[in-house]
């Protein structure tokens, strides 16, 4: 049975999904990570330091440095499973303009995200979307060249996992 979980996970995330409504768009085949249909994008559903326990994200959301972001999506990373910090595009896909929602993200898809900027990948040299920031607080906002510490919540390409994937922090 257990040769026969990898198989299921992929049909899991490569099957189509209607997009009419938030709740179809996402997909969650596996504790702790969510299926992007409308971008094709396999996400972690909590951020660096906090775990996927009983449909919610215990613990807290780190805050670090890029250069402790870029080493953590590296030490993830595998051939099977493709973690990396997301393209800024990527993350601003995910914010939920509500003016009525505490956190700009689907909460049932990214529970417990706490508000404050997300790392993506940063460009090498001079402004562009790539030295961008989201934060998900309120209607959300986004930033550009900024420096400090944020959280990491990390991202891979759907069609390239194997479907033998667990999302960082939930190897239990």
Known sequence: ????????????????????????????????????????????RCSLGQAFVE???????ADVTLAEAETYAEAQSSRDCPWRLPRF????????????????????AFPDTPRGWYWNQASAGGHS?????????????????MA????????MEQQETTGACRAPGNDR
């Open 89 to 108: 595009f990527e993350m601003r896909s995910l914010m939920r303009e509500d003016n009525r929602a505490d956190v700009a993200i689907d909460t049932t």
């Open 129 to 145: 979307q790539q030295d961008c920031f989201v934060d998900f607080a309120g209607n959300g906002r986004t930033r550009c060249n």
């Open 55 to 61: 449909g919610r994200c215990e613990g807290e959301a």
């Open 1 to 44: 049975m257990t040769s026969l979980r990898p198989a299921l996970l992929l049909l899991a995330l490569a099957a189509p999904m209607a997009l009419g409504s938030e709740t179809e768009r996402f997909r969650f085949p596996v504790a702790g990570l969510v299926v992007d249909s409308a971008e094709e994008l396999v996400w972690q």
């Open 148 to 155: 400090g510490e944020f959280h990491v919540r990390l991202v």
